[in-house]
C-alpha cells in the first residue's frame, strides 16, 4: 500500500510538470501572435479542445491570457518592478474595480496616454485587444500592446527608472509637447484639496506634459490616496476631467471633488482572489459602478 501511494504521488507530479510546460508552450505562442485561435492552440500542442479551454482558464486567472470569441489574446504578466511588487498587492481589488470602471469609459479609435501608476497598467490590462492607439511612458504597459496587432503604440523615450521602468525626462516631455491625445490616464501618489501630487521630481514634470497633451483627463486613484501629499506638487484639481476611486472615499471628499467641477465615479472593490486573482472579475465588475455625477 505505502508503494501505491508513492507510485500515485510521482505520477501526479510528472503531470503537473507536463501541465506547466504545456501552458509555457501555449503563453509563448500567443504572445509571439498576439492571437491565437482554439484550433490553431490544438494544432500547435497536439492535445484536446477540452485540455486547451482548462489551460485557458488557468492562464486568464493569472492575467496572461485574455479570452475572446474564438481564441486567445496575449495580456501580458504582473510587471516584475520593484515598485511593482511592492505596490500591487495594496488595495488591490479597490484597483482592479477602478480599472474596470475607467477602462470601459475608453471608445474604439480613441489615442490614449497611459502613465506607469499600478492602477492605469491595469487600466492597459483591460484595454488588450481594443481597436485604440497607445502613448506611454510606461514598459511594462508598453509590453502590453507590443504585439497587438489592433492597436497602435507610441512609447516615449527618455531616461528609464529602474524601479518602475517609466521613461522620464526632457525627451519624453519633448515629444508629448508635439501630440494631442483623446484621453490621459493618471494615478497620483497623492490627492489633496490642492491638486494631485507625484512621489518622482522628473515624473511630475512629465505628466504636467501629459496633462497639456489630453483633449480629457481621467485619474485613476484608490480612496487612500487622499488627503495625502507626495514630493511634488502635478497640478490643481480642475485639471482633471472624470475622478474613479472606491466605496472607501469619505463623503466630505465626495463633496470636494464635486464642488471642484470633477465627474466622480465610485466603485465598489472587487473580491480578491488568494494568488493572482480572477481575471474575469474585471468584466464583473464593471456593471458595479456607482456614479457621483454622470460624466
Do not use: N
Given at each position: 500500500m505505502v508503494a501505491f501511494s508513492h507510485t500515485a504521488l510521482s505520477l501526479w507530479e510528472f503531470l503537473g510538470v507536463q501541465t506547466r510546460q504545456r501552458r509555457?508552450?501555449?503563453?509563448?505562442?500567443?504572445?509571439?501572435?498576439?492571437?491565437?485561435?482554439?484550433?490553431?492552440?490544438?494544432?500547435?500542442?497536439?492535445?484536446?479542445?477540452?485540455?486547451?479551454?482548462?489551460?485557458?482558464?488557468?492562464?486568464e486567472e493569472q492575467g496572461t491570457a485574455r479570452r475572446t470569441h474564438g481564441g486567445v489574446l496575449y495580456a501580458g504578466g504582473h510587471a516584475r518592478l520593484p515598485e511593482f511588487d511592492e505596490r500591487q498587492p495594496a488595495h488591490w481589488g479597490a484597483k482592479r474595480a477602478i480599472a474596470a470602471a475607467a477602462?470601459?469609459?475608453?471608445?474604439?479609435?480613441?489615442?490614449?496616454?497611459?502613465?506607469?501608476?499600478?492602477?492605469?497598467?491595469?487600466?492597459?490590462?483591460?484595454?488588450?485587444?481594443r481597436s485604440i492607439q497607445v502613448v506611454t511612458n510606461s514598459l511594462p504597459v508598453a509590453n502590453l500592446f507590443a504585439s497587438e496587432s489592433r492597436a497602435d503604440l507610441v512609447l516615449l523615450g527618455g531616461y528609464v527608472s529602474p524601479r518602475t521602468g517609466v521613461c522620464l525626462g526632457p525627451y519624453a516631455n519633448e515629444l508629448l509637447g508635439r501630440l494631442h491625445v483623446t484621453t490621459t490616464v493618471l494615478s497620483a501618489a497623492g490627492i489633496t484639496a490642492e491638486g494631485l501630487y507625484n512621489a518622482h521630481l522628473l515624473l511630475a514634470e512629465t505628466e504636467q506634459a501629459?496633462?497639456?497633451?489630453?483633449?480629457?483627463?481621467?485619474?485613476?486613484?484608490?480612496?487612500?490616496?487622499?488627503?495625502?501629499?507626495?514630493?511634488?506638487?502635478?497640478?490643481?484639481?480642475?485639471?482633471?476631467?472624470?475622478?474613479?476611486?472606491?466605496?472607501?472615499?469619505?463623503?466630505?471628499?465626495?463633496?470636494?471633488?464635486?464642488?471642484?467641477?470633477?465627474?466622480?465615479?465610485?466603485?465598489?472593490?472587487?473580491?480578491?482572489?488568494?494568488?493572482?486573482?480572477?481575471?474575469?472579475?474585471?468584466?464583473?465588475?464593471?456593471?458595479?459602478?456607482?456614479?457621483?455625477r454622470h460624466a
Open positions: 509555457s508552450r501555449l503563453i509563448d505562442f500567443v504572445r509571439v501572435r498576439g492571437f491565437a485561435s482554439l484550433d490553431d492552440l490544438v494544432r500547435e500542442l497536439g492535445v484536446s479542445e477540452s485540455t486547451i479551454r482548462r489551460d485557458l482558464d488557468a492562464l477602462a470601459e469609459r475608453i471608445h474604439d479609435g480613441e489615442t490614449v496616454l497611459l502613465d506607469g501608476g499600478t492602477t492605469t497598467y491595469e487600466v492597459a490590462r483591460l484595454l488588450v485587444g501629459m496633462l497639456r497633451a489630453a483633449g480629457q483627463v481621467f485619474v485613476v486613484a484608490d480612496s487612500s490616496k487622499f488627503g495625502r501629499k507626495s514630493l511634488t506638487f502635478v497640478s490643481g484639481l480642475d485639471s482633471i476631467d472624470l475622478l474613479v476611486s472606491d466605496t472607501g472615499l469619505s463623503e466630505e471628499w465626495r463633496q470636494q471633488i464635486a464642488a471642484a467641477g470633477v465627474d466622480l465615479v465610485v466603485v465598489e472593490p472587487a473580491p480578491l482572489e488568494p494568488l493572482d486573482g480572477d481575471h474575469d472579475s474585471h468584466r464583473d465588475d464593471r456593471s458595479k459602478p456607482s456614479r457621483e
